[in-house]
T-cell receptor, first 117, second 115 residues
Framework: GAGVSQTPSNKVTEKGKYVELRCDPI?????LYWYRQSLGQGPEFLIY????????DSGLPNDRFFAVRPEGSVSTLKIQRTERGDSAVYLC???????????????FGPGTRLTVL | AQSVSQHNHHVILSEAASLELGCNYS??????LFWYVQYPGQHLQLLLK??????LVKGIKGFEAEFIKSKFSFNLRKPSVQWSDTAEYFC?????????????FGKGTHLIIQP
């Protein structure tokens, strides 16, 4: 079956512009996570969705970052007024469910490499 | 807040050498622990996980890890590495107890196996 897909694979933009990054989770997965991976670092948690709602957005760095998942499947990460420091690989992951006392594996997508010039 | 520390950022070994990658975490409560691997050009994938029970867990491709609660450690081991083990390895922690938390990752260890 298909894994997590992310588009675009690469995005180059100019400082101050608005960008949208898309994530298609594995079909049937209700939990969806966004992470950001800067060069030489491990992935950093941004936001987690359970269904349509953001269950935990504590990792979003500031109010320029926003994410939606209106139908509980595809999610879009939106970044306003991009800055050079936003350059990173943005990873999406999905799991069968997030709310559980047992762990459901997070499956990661290939990421979107964002470069802000 | 949780944090994860991986002691070695770059490791170079010869084939058939034994491997141990260190991982320490800071969270004092119930934790779930993971090792993820990213092979060149591929996605992050789960290597193994500790949730509860036997602190020695076995994963794919001959890897294992031992959870030592008193040391807040979850070191990854493999008795004999292969060239195909060349990859980036990430240790990660999630607070346990049924919370809806994302994973906290370490900075990663870049492992190079020389033939």
């Amino acid at each position: 079956g298909a894994g997590v897909s992310q588009t675009p694979s690469n995005k180059v933009t100019e400082k101050g512009k608005y960008v949208e990054l898309r994530c298609d989770p594995i079909s049937g997965h209700t939990a969806l996570y966004w992470y950001r991976q800067s060069l030489g670092q491990g992935p950093e948690f941004l936001i987690y969705f359970q269904g349509t709602g953001a269950a935990d957005d504590s990792g979003l760095p500031n109010d320029r970052f926003f994410a939606v998942r209106p139908e509980g499947s595809v999610s879009t990460l939106k970044i306003q007024r991009t800055e050079r420091g936003d350059s990173a690989v943005y990873l999406c992951a999905s799991s069968l469910t997030g709310f559980s006392s047992s762990y459901n594996e997070q499956f990661f997508g290939p990421g979107t490499r964002l470069t802000v010039l | 807040a949780q944090s994860v520390s991986q002691h070695n950022h770059h490791v170079i070994l010869s084939e058939a050498a034994s491997l141990e990658l260190g991982c320490n975490y800071s969270y004092g409560g119930t934790v779930n622990l993971f090792w993820y691997v990213q092979y060149p050009g591929q996605h992050l994938q789960l290597l193994l996980k500790y949730f509860s029970g036997d602190p020695l867990v076995k994963g794919i491709k001959g890897f294992e890890a031992e959870f030592i609660k008193s040391k807040f450690s979850f070191n990854l081991r493999k008795p004999s590495v292969q060239w195909s083990d060349t990859a980036e390895y990430f240790c990660a922690v999630r607070s346990g107890g049924g919370g809806a938390d994302g994973l906290t990752f370490g900075k990663g260890t870049h492992l190079i196996i020389q033939p």
